[in-house]
T-cell receptor, first 111, second 113 residues
C-alpha cells in the first residue's frame, strides 16, 4: 500500500477554476515534495516543504504543510490548460534519499 | 546548466536479455537515485548512489543492480529481463546524499517483449 495517500486520484476542472490536491501520511514527514509529471516523462520539481505550517507559492501554485507535518495540500488558482498533468507528492523516509511517492493525481483542465 | 540526462529514451528488449541504462546527473551533483514507475505500482525507489557507493536500496530483486562512476554518472543494469520489468525508469540527481532537492531526468521507457 502507498505510504502517502493522495486525493483525489483524478480531477477534471474548467479553465479558470481553483482546485486543491491533498497528500496525507500516517507518519511525520521529513520534507514533503511536490512534482508535476507529463505522461511518460520525467518529474518536474515544484516545491519542497520542511517546516510545519510552511507555505510556499510559485506563480499560481501554492503548497502548504500542516503543523503536525503529516498532510500537505497543493492549491492551483485560476487553472490553465498548461497545469494539466500528474501531480505527485513525495517524502523522504527518514533522513536519506529513499523517497516515497503518492500514487499521483491526474489533473485535466478543460478550456 | 544542463539537466539530468538519461539514455536511451526508449528501449525494447526480449525476455531473458539484460539491459543497461545510463544517467548523467546535473554538473556538480554527486548523488543519483533510480526509480521504477509502472501504472500498477507507481513510483518505486530502486537505489541511491553517492560517491560511487550504494547508500540505499529498495525492495527489488538482485537482477537490478547499479553503479556510479567517479564523474558521478550512473548506470543501472537489469539482467534476465521479465515482462514485468517493462516500465519508465527515472533517475534523480541531488547535490549530495540527504540533499533536500532532487531533479529528475526524462526517463527511459523500457518495454520487454
Amino acid at each position: 500500500s502507498q505510504e502517502l495517500e493522495q486525493s483525489p486520484q483524478s480531477l477534471i476542472v474548467q479553465e479558470g477554476k481553483n482546485l486543491t490536491i491533498n497528500c496525507t501520511s500516517s507518519k511525520t514527514l521529513y520534507g514533503l515534495y511536490w512534482y508535476k509529471q507529463k505522461y511518460g516523462e520525467g518529474l518536474i520539481f515544484l516545491m519542497m516543504l520542511q517546516k510545519g505550517g510552511e507555505e510556499k507559492s510559485h506563480e499560481k501554485i501554492t503548497a502548504k504543510l500542516d503543523e503536525k507535518k503529516q498532510q500537505s495540500s497543493l492549491h492551483i488558482t485560476a487553472s490553465q490548460p498548461s497545469h494539466a498533468g500528474i501531480y505527485l507528492c513525495g517524502a523522504h523516509k527518514a533522513y536519506n534519499n529513499d523517497m516515497r511517492f503518492g500514487a499521483g493525481t491526474r489533473l485535466t483542465v478543460k478550456p | 546548466k544542463a539537466g539530468v540526462t538519461q539514455t536511451p529514451r526508449y528501449l525494447i528488449k526480449t525476455r531473458g536479455q539484460q539491459v543497461t541504462l545510463s544517467c548523467s546527473p546535473i554538473s556538480g551533483h554527486r548523488s543519483v537515485s533510480w526509480y521504477q514507475q509502472t501504472p500498477g505500482q507507481g513510483l518505486q525507489f530502486l537505489f541511491e548512489y553517492f560517491s560511487e557507493t550504494q547508500r540505499n536500496k529498495g525492495n527489488f530483486p538482485g537482477r537490478f543492480s547499479g553503479r556510479q562512476f567517479s564523474n558521478s554518472r550512473s548506470e543501472m543494469n537489469v539482467s534476465t529481463l521479465e515482462l514485468g520489468d517493462s516500465a519508465l525508469y527515472l533517475c534523480a540527481s541531488s547535490l549530495f546524499d540527504r540533499a533536500p532537492e532532487a531533479f529528475f531526468g526524462q526517463g527511459t521507457r523500457l518495454t520487454v517483449v
